[in-house]
């Protein structure tokens, strides 16, 4: 079957704009994630959202960052007023019980 | 806080070689440890996932072993293949919660 799908692969923006990020779960996950990968770096869990209850958004670095997930299913990441620092390789994954299922990614370059 | 170490940073060896990558971890109040697989340009796949209750697991050529007590883990990749060349990461659940702390990586190239 399907597995997570990431748009765009990749994305290129000027300094202080804004982006969206979207990611497709499998379909009949309940739980979805966004982490981000920085050159050099491990994983860095940003946010999750499981069913209908809050999202844990503990792992956001600033209030630049925001994600929604729309009727349980898609989910967009949306970095404001984009920096450099923000450049990295945003990962989506979703999950039914405990293995998490990664997409592609996304890689983000802000020029 | 958890943080998850991972060495070495990067492994060469000739195909055929038996290796251990090692994963370790801070807070030992874990549910469960994962090892993943991660190939230039793409997501990651997971390999093995062993809950706290457990002491190992195998799949294939893989095993990986976790002592919750010491927080370690090591995989064991035996008669390795050019294609396993790839990065492997080790990720523990931060407080049992559903978020996943990950090291930084052992960069594996097998050569033929």
């Known amino acids: 079957g399907a597995g997570v799908s990431q748009s765009p692969s990749n994305k290129v923006t000027e300094k202080g704009k804004d982006v969206e990020l979207r990611c497709d779960p499998i379909?009949?996950?309940?739980?979805l994630y966004w982490y981000r990968q920085s050159l050099g770096q491990g994983l860095e869990f940003l946010i999750y959202?499981?069913?209908?209850?809050?999202?844990?958004k503990s792992g956001l670095p600033s209030d630049r960052f925001s994600a929604e997930r729309t009727g349980g299913s898609v989910s967009t990441l949306t970095i404001q007023r984009t920096q450099q620092e923000d450049s990295a390789v945003y990962l989506c994954?979703?999950?039914?019980?405990?293995?998490?299922?990664f997409g592609p990614g996304t890689r983000l370059t802000v020029l | 806080k958890q943080e998850v170490t991972q060495i070495p940073a990067a492994l060469s060896v000739p195909e055929g070689e038996n290796l251990v990558l090692n994963c370790s971890f801070t807070d030992s109040a874990i549910y469960n440890l994962q090892w993943f697989r991660q190939d230039p340009g793409k997501g990651l796949t997971s390999l093995l996932l062993i809950q706290s209750s457990q002491r190992e697991q195998t799949s294939g050529r893989l095993n990986a072993s976790l002592d919750k007590s010491s927080g370690r883990s090591t995989l064991y990749i035996a008669a390795s293949q050019p294609g396993d060349s790839a990065t492997y990461l080790c990720a523990v659940d931060e407080g049992g919660s559903e978020k996943l702390v990950f090291g930084k990586g052992t960069k594996l190239t097998v050569n033929p």
């Open positions: 379909s009949g996950h309940t739980a």
């Open positions: 994954a979703s999950s039914l019980d405990l293995l998490q299922y």
């Open positions: 959202f499981q069913g209908n209850s809050a999202p844990d």
